[in-house]
T-cell receptor
Framework: ETGVTQTPRHLVMGMTNKKSLKCEQH?????MYWYKQSAKKPLELMFV???????ENNSVPSRFSPECPNSSHLFLHLHTLQPEDSALYLC????????????FGSGTRLTVV | QKEVEQDPGPLSVPEGAIVSLNCTYS??????FMWYRQYSRKGPELLMY????GNKEDGRFTAQVDKSSKYISLFIRDSQPSDSATYLC?????????????FGKGTHLIIQP
């Protein structure tokens, strides 16, 4: 399997649930990212990990909690979300934090009810 | 003023037409400029990137950067229905990968057969 794989593809959760999004990359990249894509808005950077170390937390609410156990895996733990958190959550990876050449996964479509 | 402005469209053109997609930006530190294509239910995929000003051609696609005007363009020649997608411009400063990329909202392009 190659590229960046995200699971699940779709997720519906209640506001009191706890769930996790998973991302796995098979490209040998060292940096991984979480982005949020909402309708009619630009992609919003949430978190950056470089060599498993978090280097950026873009003022994301604490109900989103990232985890990067190694350079191939990235998780986004979700708890007590709000309906406005419904969006497409995209994972990406790159060779270190280069300026271009991000590879994106297909995303997890999250709906909070 | 938003950092990157991009008309969301939709832009609808007949098959075979030349398509012009554009973004303007305000941050003069941006040096790397990218175009991503995103099909429905998929993550963005990198089409082209350029560094600083100038043109770059790849098959039917040409990317142009005019840093003096803070304006970038993507031209698609002999457009095909398979080119129907959302096109996202993205940019970053030199050595700025740790902050991720700054994206436009994306332009929804429809090529009519």
């Amino acid at each position: 399997e190659t590229g960046v794989t995200q699971t699940p593809r779709h997720l519906v959760m209640g506001m009191t649930n706890k769930k996790s999004l998973k991302c796995e990359q098979h490209l040998g990249h060292n940096a991984m990212y979480w982005y949020k894509q909402s309708a009619k808005k630009p992609l919003e950077l949430m978190f950056v990990y470089n060599f498993k170390e978090q280097t950026e937390n873009n003022s994301v609410p604490s109900r989103f909690s990232p985890e990067c156990p190694n350079s191939s895996h990235l998780f986004l733990h979700l708890h007590t979300l709000q309906p406005e958190d419904s969006a497409l959550y995209l994972c990406a990876s790159s060779q270190e934090t280069v300026n271009y050449g991000y590879t994106f996964g297909s995303g997890t479509r999250l709906t909070v009810v | 003023q938003k950092e990157v402005e991009q008309d969301p469209g939709p832009l609808s053109v007949p098959e075979g037409a030349i398509v012009s997609l554009n973004c303007t930006y305000s941050n003069s530190a941006f040096q790397y400029f990218m175009w991503y294509r995103q099909y429905s239910r998929k993550g963005p995929e990198l089409l082209m990137y350029t560094y600083s000003s100038g043109n770059k051609e790849d098959g039917r696609f040409t990317a142009q950067v005019d840093k003096s005007s803070k304006y970038i363009s993507l031209f698609i020649r002999d457009s095909q229905p398979s080119d129907s997608a959302t096109y996202l411009c993205a940019m970053s400063p030199v050595g700025g990968g740790a902050d991720g990329l700054t994206f436009g909202k994306g332009t929804h392009l429809i090529i009519q057969p």
